[in-house]
């Protein structure tokens, strides 16, 4: 069956950097249209960022524009999401999703997502 598993979350102060994987599993990674998504205590869970098949393709919520850089490496049927200049309202728990549709760029609503991971925790220190 399809699988997407998070990883490389944890603690961090403020103005840090931290790595977070996506590895699939049971589908042909480069036909999935990945993305990220994040849930913070009490809020709804939002889009972060998402890339098409090739990587061509990119969105980014407003918040982490010129920050955060989503990429995937098809060979490692993996996605990543590079977090820079981190602040505490970044917290929040971090989801992978994947669906086969066709991506051609713009907002990738959560919606079209089938397949989620179980999430990896981020937290910023002030």
């Known amino acids: 069956q399809v699988q997407v598993v998070e990883s490389g979350g944890g603690l961090v102060q403020a103005g840090g950097s931290l790595r977070l994987s996506c590895t699939g599993s049971g589908l042909t990674f480069e036909h999935y249209t990945m993305g990220w998504f994040r849930q913070a205590p009490g809020k709804e869970r939002e889009g972060v960022s998402c890339?098409?098949?090739?990587?061509?393709?990119?969105y980014y919520e407003d918040s982490v524009k010129g920050r955060f850089t989503i990429s995937r490496d098809n060979a490692k049927n993996t996605m990543y999401l590079q977090m820079n200049s981190l602040k505490p309202e970044d917290t929040a728990m971090y989801f992978c999703?994947?669906?086969?549709?066709?991506?051609?760029?713009?907002?990738?609503?959560?919606?079209?997502?089938?397949?989620w991971g179980q999430g990896t925790q981020v937290t910023v220190s002030s």
């Open positions: 890339i098409s098949w090739s990587g061509k393709s990119t």
């Open positions: 999703a994947a669906h086969s549709d066709y991506y051609g760029g713009g907002n990738c609503p959560q919606t079209d997502f089938r397949y």
